[in-house]
């Protein structure tokens, strides 16, 4: 398995929200050392979460490394006590570990969890790319958790991969797939309706998706007449 690598600019949003004073969110050099350290020992684990939402083009903040691991990988624990010490070691498989240099928290999810809307499949089952979690192993993760952050990455990437996103549906459970289909229309619904679009007939041939919003989409004001101040009468 290829090695899993943070982009500089992915790095740059933590560099953003630690200047900001987000206390809780790893600094960049401390995030991409845990990473670097990570890689070595996650063999066939997978990470998802919110550094999975920036690997495929939706760049924010996390304040913590998620992984999938198999729920055959019963040494999973035993590779990474190099790097990480146990904090909580859970029976239920949902581990929490902590970076002994960096301090960065690294959460542990197996295989089989059960969530909100269904049971978390394995790395096997859904695949995975440079270290991370496909994109396909991506959604089906985030439709059985149903948060709100969940949502909300999904309909990011649904606005960056559109097309990309759509070809998913076939792929996942039945049971998933009427959210999912609800979350694809919000989004387009979300960029149809976005005032800092251009038209696709002004995109076109322009090189940009994106510009200020015209002034005459929403129309111009009228000017308020103003009175002229009355003359007064000398007495």
């Known amino acids: 398995m290829a090695e899993a690598v943070l982009t500089p600019s992915h790095l740059s949003v933590f560099a953003f929200a630690k200047g900001c004073g987000f206390v809780d969110t790893p600094a960049p050099d401390m995030l991409a050392m845990t990473v670097e350290d990570l890689r070595t020992v996650q063999g066939t684990a997978l990470i998802i979460g919110g550094l999975a939402v920036g690997h495929y083009g939706h760049e924010r903040a ?7 691991y198999a ?6 624990l035993e590779r990474l006590k190099g790097y990480f010490r146990i904090v909580v070691k859970a029976k239920n498989g949902w581990h929490h ?4 240099k960096t301090h960065v928290r690294l959460e542990l999810i197996p295989e089989g969890g059960l969530t909100t809307y269904g049971f978390i499949p394995g790395p ?3 695949g995975g790319e440079n270290g991370f979690i496909s994109l396909f192993g ?3 993760l985030k439709l059985v958790s149903g948060r709100l952050q969940d949502m909300a990455d999904l309909a990011q990437l649904a606005k960056i991969k559109p097309a990309e996103m759509a070809a ?7 049971d998933l797939v009427e959210r999912f289909d609800a979350l694809l229309a919000q989004a387009r619904r979300e960029l149809e309706n976005d005032p800092g679009r251009l038209p696709d007939s002004l995109a076109k041939g322009s090189g940009e998706s994106t510009a200020e919003e015209a002034p005459a989409r929403y129309g111009k004001r009228k000017r308020r007449a103003t009175r002229k101040p009355r003359a007064v009468k000398a007495r």
Request: a positive charge; proline letters at 7%; charged letters at 35%.
């Open 168 to 174: 998913l549906r076939t792929r996942l459970p039945p």
């Open 97 to 100: 570990l902590e970076h002994r």
């Open 138 to 140: 991506l959604v089906w």
């Open 71 to 76: 729920d055959a990988d019963g040494r999973i």
């Open 124 to 126: 096997k089952l859904v």
């Open 62 to 68: 996390t304040k913590d490394v998620d992984i999938l």
